[in-house]
T-cell receptor, first 112, second 111 residues
Framework: DAGVTQSPTHLIKTRGQQVTLRCSPK?????VSWYQQALGQGPQFIFQ???????QRGNFPDRFSGHQFPNYSSELNVNALLLGDSALYLC???????????FGDGTRLSIL | LAKTTQPISMDSYEGQEVNITCSHN???????ITWYQQFPSQGPRFIIQ???TKVTNEVASLFIPADRKSSTLSLPRVSLSDTAVYYC????????????FGKGTMLLVSP
């Protein structure tokens, strides 16, 4: 049973570009959350998707957007990249309210 | 959301028991306490969760006093592979909740 998978594992972009990160949740999980983890910091919540809609959002600008597909997979899009967007982007999925969230190993995004 | 405070780092040796304490003075009645472990270049991994008293699983124990203003994660007989960052989180017991992470505790286990 595959866990949460994310792609790509590493990515290098330049300022002003746009990026799309992908996440496949653990089998059967219908809720996907995205987190940003800067170096030396804990993960920070970006947003959560359920039934193809954004249900909750953290304190991130509109440059950060997402999408969830009918098969529950999800994408995170970031426009007009800034140097400060360099981070590990983590995806987490959950099956039900009484089960803990499962994290993927993230996409390491570097902005030059 | 209740704020948590935990030591920035801890050192230990193989075979010792490690106790990491987390302070959460403003914990709400409905809040649970959850601990995650994170290795470099990996996502956080759920360790244990509890509401009160003591919870034990195959990996760790979680001790929560009656006032619930703090909690202690206990790792028995640590090995080198337990070197990681440990996060204490406080919030609703829901897989749909947004998780609020602090900076965590960097545990270094030496031979």
């Amino acid at each position: 049973d595959a866990g949460v998978t994310q792609s790509p594992t590493h990515l290098i972009k330049t300022r002003g570009q746009q990026v799309t990160l992908r996440c496949s949740p653990k089998s059967g999980h219908d809720t996907v959350s995205w987190y940003q983890q800067a170096l030396g910091q804990g993960p920070q919540f970006i947003f959560q998707y359920y039934e193809e809609e954004e249900r909750q959002r953290g304190n991130f600008p509109d440059r950060f957007s997402g999408h969830q597909f009918p098969n529950y997979s999800s994408e995170l899009n970031v426009n007009a990249l800034l140097l400060g967007d360099s981070a590990l982007y983590l995806c987490a999925s959950s099956l039900s309210p009484d089960q803990p969230q499962h994290f993927g190993d993230g996409t390491r995004l570097s902005i030059l | 959301l209740a704020k948590t405070t935990q030591p920035i780092s801890m050192d230990s040796y193989e075979g010792q028991e490690v106790n990491i304490t987390c302070s959460h003075n403003n914990i709400a009645t409905n809040d649970y306490i959850t601990w995650y472990q994170q290795f470099p270049s990996q996502g956080p991994r759920f360790i244990i969760q509890g509401y009160k008293t003591k919870v034990t699983n195959e990996v760790a124990s979680l001790f929560i006093p009656a006032d619930r203003k703090s909690s202690t994660l206990s790792l028995p007989r640590v090995s080198l592979s337990d070197t990681a960052v440990y996060y204490c989180l406080v919030g609703e017991n829901s897989g749909y909740s947004t998780l609020t992470f602090g900076k965590g505790t960097m545990l270094l286990v030496s031979p």
